[in-house]
C-alpha cells in the first residue's frame, strides 16, 4: 500500500509524465469520462426541480 506521500509524489509526476508511464502492477490510471458526470449532475438537477 502506497503513502500519502507516495501518492502525493505520484500526483505531481501526473503534471510531467503520461499516467501509462506511471503505472506499475498496482496502479492503474483510468480515463476520467466528463461526458457521463456531466450527465449524471445534469439529470440530478433536473428531478430536484420537479
Known amino acids: 500500500m502506497r503513502t500519502i506521500v507516495e501518492i502525493e509524489k505520484l500526483l505531481e509526476e501526473l ?3 503520461p499516467a501509462d508511464e506511471l503505472e506499475d502492477q498496482d496502479l ?3 480515463e476520467w469520462d466528463t461526458k457521463s ?3 449524471r ?3 440530478c438537477y433536473s428531478n430536484m426541480s420537479t
Open 15 to 17: 503534471d510531467k509524465s
Open 28 to 30: 492503474d490510471f483510468k
Open 37 to 39: 458526470i456531466k450527465d
Open 41 to 43: 449532475y445534469g439529470n
